[in-house]
């Protein structure tokens, strides 16, 4: 049983995760985190064990919340 797969079944996730991790927590592309990253929305340090780059938690509820925020606002427009 991969790692990935124990933590999905969690009713808790941690509070930073490895960006494979904040893949599957937040149900991103791999292309929308390159994006988070790259805008500076999600910061991965290198903090994690044995070096590994992680992201916190609350970040990427942040990110999701603007990227639901934005989407939502796109759909009200009525092209008036």
Known sequence: MSKLY?????????????EAEAIAYTGV???????WRK????????????GSA???RSDLDEALNQMFAIAAH???DFGD
């Not at 592309?29 to 994006?35: D, G, I, N, Y």
């Not at 805008?39 to 044995?50: A, E, M, P, Q, T």
Request: charged share 25%; proline share 5%.
């Open 6 to 18: 124990r933590l999905q079944g969690l009713p808790y996730w941690p509070a930073a995760l490895t």
């Open 29 to 35: 592309s791999e292309a929308q985190m390159r994006e």
């Open 39 to 50: 805008h500076g929305i999600v910061r991965f340090l290198l903090k994690g064990r044995k």
């Open 54 to 56: 992680i992201a916190l």
């Open 74 to 76: 796109e759909d009200m």
